[in-house]
């Protein structure tokens, strides 16, 4: 007879959820350096049409990916506190989001 409390492997879907919330936050972060200095908007130029978004994009969902991958190889098969990961995630989210939002960023970006 199996307990009613048996942990389920939710690994794999809090690396998902977790590699979701660094991808925000990437963007949020990349976004304000590149709006904040000529030097990394130069660099976050992948695509001269579109100026620094094509790298704060493009590094951004590579990011996501990579820490989606590593966090799924890590936790794969196992149980984590998902409550935890949720939180963490929802906070580097909501930091992410605020990073884009124009005001915050004019008030970061001292302009």
Do not use: H, Q
Not at 42 to 59: A, E, Q
């Amino acid at each position: 007879m199996s307990s009613p409390r048996e942990a389920v492997a939710n690994g794999a879907a809090g690396a998902a959820v977790l590699a979701a919330g660094l991808g925000c936050f990437a963007l949020g972060l990349l976004a304000v350096a590149g709006d904040g200095s000529k030097a990394v908007a130069r660099l976050l130029t992948f695509y001269r049409p579109t100026g620094p978004l094509s790298g704060v994009s493009t590094i951004a969902i590579l990011l996501w990916l990579a820490a989606w991958i590593a966090g799924n190889r890590l936790w794969r098969g196992k149980t984590v506190a998902i409550g935890k990961v949720s939180g963490v995630a929802f906070v580097l989210l909501a930091l992410g989001l605020l990073l884009t939002f124009p005001p915050f960023e004019d008030l970061l970006l001292g302009k």
